[in-house]
Every structure is written in C-alpha cells, then in structure tokens.
C-alpha cells in the first residue's frame, strides 16, 4: 500500500476536491468529532451492512484526516463500527484496506454533520426495482439474501413490491400511493386483480390500506380463517385447489372459495348423517349465529364421570392454592400457571357439560340439532335439542295434555276445597317456609349459583312475558321474611341464616374504596366467595312462600338441598294455635289426636284448646302415647311442607 502525503487544510478547501486513497484499517481511529459511536447491534440494518463489507468491501468511502501517524475518522461510524467487529471476529485483519476521502481537522465536525443531516435516502421504489434487478441480472433469491444479509422471505417481499403492476408502481414511485397502500395492493401477486381492484374502489389513492385488502382478497380464503380450519387446507389442496403465499401476513390465501365451501358442506353432512333419534337434523356454515331463532328443550344432567370429576377436583384445589398465595411470592411462572389452569378447567367443564347433558326419548320426537363448526377455531360443533316455532307448539300441547291426565287423578274434594285458615296466617307460613328454604339454599354453593345464573339469563334473554316469573328478586336487595307478629328472628331457620353469616369473610367490607374492596374481594379464596354468593342468593329468594307443589322450580331446589322443614320450624301457642279458630283447633285435634279426643273437647273455650296443643308440642312428653310422640316429631302445617 502505498503512503499517503501529509495534508494541510489548505490543500483540501472542499470534501469535492479530495480523491480517495486506501489507508490500512490498522491506521484508523475513530474521531471523537464523530456523531456515531455505536458499535453494531444484532439489528437488520447491522447484518445488511456486515453482509455487504463481506461482499463487497466498503463501498462509501469513510472520511479521514491525518493526525501524526494515524487518521482519525470524524464520519461513517457505523462503516467504522462494523469494521472493528469484523476485525474482532478475524474476518479481517490490520492490513484490510478501506478507501478514505481526506479532509483537514478543520473541516471534520461539519464533515460528520453533512453525512448524517443532509443525507437523502432512496425512494423506496428504486430500492424495489434494484431487488428486481439483480433477479433479472441472472442471480438467485438466496445469492441476494446472503449480500444483503437478510432473509430469503424479505427479499421475496422486495421483489413482490417490485412487481406490483406498473400503474400503481408509477403512483408509488409519485407518492400518490403510500408503502402502507403498496403493502395492501401486493398482498397477491395477480397484477390484473390489482388493478382491477384499483378501478373498482374509484381510482381513489385515499382508501385505507386494509379496505384495499379486503377488496383484494374478497373473493378468497385467508388460511388462519376458521372455514379453513374446519376444511383443512391439506384436504384443500387434495382435491387440488389453487393457493397463494400472501407475504405481508404471512399467511396462505385459497383462491377457489367455491371448492372450499363444498367441501365445508360435504363434511357437516356427513357428520349430521352420522346422527339419529332426532325429528330433524341441519347443517349451517354460521356457527352458533345460526342458533338464535331456536327454542331449547328441557335437558337432564347426568352426574360428572368419576376421572373427570377427580381431574376437575384436582385443577380446582390447584387454582385455590394459587388464589392464596401471598402477593410477594406470586411470580410470572406461577401467573402464567394460573391462566393455563383456568384455561383447562372451562375446557374440562365445557366438555363435561356435553357429555353430561342429555335429553328425553321421549322429547326427542320434538326437536333436532344443527351441525355447525366454531367461527373462531373451526371445529365441529353439533347443537342439539332445538326446537323451531312449530316444534315449540307441538311439545306445550304435549305438556299440556300431560298436566291434565295428571289433574284428573287427583283428589277432586281436597283439591277444590277452601282455606282452613286466615289469609294472615297462610301469608306468615309462607313466610317461615320461605325461611326455611333460604337458610338451607345458603348452605349449598352449587344450587344458588346455578339459580343465580338461571335468573340472570332468564331476566336477560326470556321472553318479556315471563321476566316477571321470576324466583330471585334481580335488584340484589335483601327479600323481608318478618311475620306480622314479629317472631321472625326467633325461628331456627333465622338463627341458622346468623350461623351462616357469622362464617363469611366480610373484612373486606371494611376497607374504605371501592376499589380496594374488590381487589380484597377477589383475593378470596374461591371456596369463601362460593360461601359469599350462596347467601346473598339465598337472602334475595323471593318465591317460596306458595303452598307446596305450586311453584314446581321451588320444589325441585326443595328436593336437591333435602330441606326438612320440621326441623326448622315448630307450631306453638304464639305462631299458629292461638291464630286458629275453635271449629278450626277441634278439626285439627280430630286429625291428630283422633275423633274421641275432639268430641270429649267440643265444648272447651279457646284458651283451654290452644294450652292442649301448646303442650302436645312443647310439654313433658312422659305422659304422651307413641301416637302422639310422633305428632310432635313430625307433623307441621301442611302450608309450609313436610
């Protein structure tokens, strides 16, 4: 290499006037004029410029001026930066020359600031046409990766762009198309479908890159679509449909829609022709959309599979463990544990509900099922016990003519005879009856939530006709049960409901923002917010109260908790005998003590009758007889239950 004369700042007025000179890199130092002092990075533009200085060499001179020995040099520090990184990783050494534009001391600062502000960069159309280029010079995609130093899909991305069809390329290269929209029109490589629909949204240059998209790709499947999915692209190409890479979304897009839904079709009927017992059985390409017309049919749940059971259990315990984990110990790992579980549990859950869920043969006449697949992750789904308007018809007549062969068999005399009590008194053993329900439905999480769960979408999605049948009291206040004589709080169902209360974790109630109790709400364990919830349903229970056998959904929660009224409730002098009338005490002593007893009392005053019965059901019970030793166990008004 040959040495360069010392320079004076006279001889260089301008960077023009200097010719290039190749200095040994080992005679370089970095100026501390110099703007860039950043070595190189694992960025993408880092590896395009090593790839190059491999190629190629250093292509734009660097700047330099002579300082003894040694030039320093105050421009073209990211050049300089990925020099010494090639020189620490032996890819060069010392002796690598590097062609320097000579300048004085003087001019370095401006020097530096000229390459770095007053740079202009290509248009983005000549690169493009560049990549088109050197594809046309003969040389491969991977050849152009490896001299860029990026990766095969970009300079394919390049070379997309490059080729979108020239009138919109002349748009580009005018900026009357922005890269965003050239982005949108290349998102297919069919230049006639660009083109035609650039005409067909009106020539306009304003549309909005992704409405240019949808435009282009309307006619066509993305691959991450959830008909797709369900289809499969493999069966897809199978029966030899056409697709296309779409580069920028890094997806496939189908191209023969009409195949694809035929081959959607084909397969939701072969899965609906697999299925029987049913009046009728359709198929939609909606999903769950297709459902909303339809009526449901009443369903029985089987109890949960042992191992299924056990796996619920299992998760549930886990999540609860998590749930009460200090703050300070709860990590990522442990979060990112308890998402999964969650995730698992409502699949777990979703798949029990299905295969648990069945409905009556003998409903089955009444209804059908619609095969369907899931509009977000494409897999079958087959909704069953739906019922059309005519269905709905044919099943109520069908209950109704049920209800009246039950009706005739019952006994017509006790069915149609009148009160034997107060319209005040039946009202306050249907209080207490009430009470009683409440104080068990408390105790019993998986009930009150799913009958908080039925009244919300009963309320939200019934038919405004019947939102005002309702079994809880929506407004999510506390329902009154106090009796007109005021011995509500002496009831063993009112102390029961205290017991329960006392139990509840209800400190969070304490703290003054709302926002903190329910961050404090939340932390509870699921087992105490189960507790919470039972009895706030429990203490808004506003049906009950009727005669038993009126309200049927009453006495189906009645059966489920095994609610023993007697236990909960006792007659006395106070709450009901003192309230009866004297035909009414001499008709009760009949049925209970028997038509003797009655008779020898026919004639006793009413205070004498309420103090006989008052002791049949709270005195000493050393003189009663076995009879009667079981009418104080087990018989109450027949007004609350059994």
């Known amino acids: 290499m040959s040495n360069t004369p010392e320079l004076t700042s006279t001889d260089h007025e301008s960077i023009a006037t200097n010719i290039p000179v190749a200095i040994e890199f080992g005679k370089l130092r970095r100026s501390k004029m110099n703007m860039r002092t950043i070595s190189p990075k694992n960025s993408p533009e880092d590896r395009e410029l090593l790839a190059s200085i491999r190629a190629k060499g250093i292509i734009q001179n660097l700047c330099a001026y002579p300082v003894g020995d040694t030039y320093e040099v105050p421009a073209g520090g990211r050049r300089f930066g990925a020099l010494e990184y090639l020189l620490k990783k032996g890819e060069i050494t010392t002796e690598f020359p590097v062609y320097c534009l000579l300048i004085s001391e003087d001019e370095a600062t401006d020097t530096s600031l000229i390459e770095n502000f007053q740079r202009l960069a290509p248009h983005p159309a000549d690169v493009y046409s560049a990549f088109s280029e050197l594809l046309a010079q003969g040389r491969t995609v991977s050849s152009i990766a490896k001299t860029q130093g990026i990766s095969e899909t970009q300079v394919e991305k390049y070379l997309r762009l490059g080729n979108v069809h020239n009138v919109l390329f002349k748009l580009f290269r005018k900026d009357k198309l922005s890269f965003e929209q050239m982005v949108a029109f290349a998102s297919t490589a069919d230049k006639k479908l660009q083109l035609a629909t650039f005409k067909a949204i009106g020539e306009n240059c304003d549309a909005r890159p992704h409405y240019i998209r949808d435009q282009l790709q309307a006619s066509r499947q993305s691959s991450d679509s959830a008909l797709v999915k369900f289809v499969t692209l493999e069966a897809y190409q199978e029966k030899g449909g056409a697709t296309e890479q779409d580069l920028f979304a890094d997806c496939t897009m189908l191209c023969d829609v009409e195949l694809l839904v035929t081959l959607a079709e084909e397969k939701l009927q072969k899965a609906a022709d697999s299925i029987n017992g049913w009046k009728w059985v359709s198929t939609s390409m909606e999903g769950s959309h297709s459902l909303y017309h339809f009526h449901q049919l009443p369903s029985k749940t089987l109890p949960t599979p042992k191992a299924a059971a056990e796996e619920e259990r299992m998760i549930s315990d886990r999540i609860e463990d998590l749930e009460n984990t200090e703050n300070d110990d709860f990590n990522e790992e442990l979060d990112r544990e308890y998402e999964a579980l969650e995730s698992r549990l409502d699949i777990l859950r979703a798949k029990i509900d299905k295969e648990c869920t069945v409905y009556s043969e003998d409903d089955m006449p009444y209804g059908g099922c619609v095969v369907t697949f899931?509009?977000?992750?494409?897999?079958?789904?087959?909704?069953?016990?739906?019922?059309?308007?005519?269905?709905?018809?044919?099943?109520?007549?069908?209950?109704?003519?049920?209800?009246?062969?039950?009706?005739?068999?019952?006994?017509?005399?006790?069915?149609?005879?009148?009160?034997?009590?107060?319209?005040?008194?039946?009202?306050?053993?249907?209080?207490?009856?009430?009470?009683?329900?409440?104080?068990?439905?408390?105790?019993?999480?998986?009930?009150?939530?799913?009958?908080?769960?039925?009244?919300?979408?009963?309320?939200?999605?019934g038919k405004p006709e019947y939102r005002w049948l309702r079994t809880l009291d929506m407004s999510f206040s506390t329902v009154c049960d106090e009796s007109s004589i005021g011995d509500y709080r002496d009831t063993v169902a009112a102390k029961s409901l205290d017991a329960t209360h006392a139990k509840l974790d209800i400190g969070w109630l304490s703290l003054k923002s709302e926002h903190k109790q329910f961050e404090s709400f939340r932390a509870l364990s699921t087992a105490k917010k189960q507790a919470l919830v039972s009895y706030c349903v429990a203490l808004q229970l506003l049906s009950g109260s009727t005669k038993p056998g009126k309200d049927k959904l009453i006495e189906s929660i009645i059966t489920e908790l095994g609610v023993s009224f007697k236990d909960l409730w006792h007659p006395c002098a106070d709450n009901y005998f003192s309230r009866l009338t004297i035909p009414l005490l001499l008709a009760l002593g009949k049925r209970l003590r028997g038509a003797a007893w009655s008779n020898s009392h026919a004639n006793d005053s009413k205070k004498s009758l309420v103090e006989s019965f008052q002791q049949l059901f709270h005195g000493s019970d050393d003189s009663l007889s076995d009879k009667e030793k079981a009418v104080r166990t087990d018989w109450i008004p027949p007004e609350i239950g059994k």
């Open 374 to 461: 899931n509009q977000q992750t494409g897999e079958l789904e087959i909704h069953t016990g739906l019922m059309t308007d005519e269905d709905l018809k044919g099943f109520q007549s069908k209950d109704t003519k049920t209800e009246a062969d039950s009706e005739t068999q019952t006994d017509k005399p006790n069915a149609n005879a009148k009160p034997e009590i107060s319209s005040r008194l039946s009202y306050d053993l249907g209080l207490y009856r009430r009470s009683i329900i409440k104080a068990e439905l408390a105790k019993n999480p998986k009930i009150a939530t799913d009958l908080l769960h039925f009244q919300t979408c009963v309320s939200v999605l």
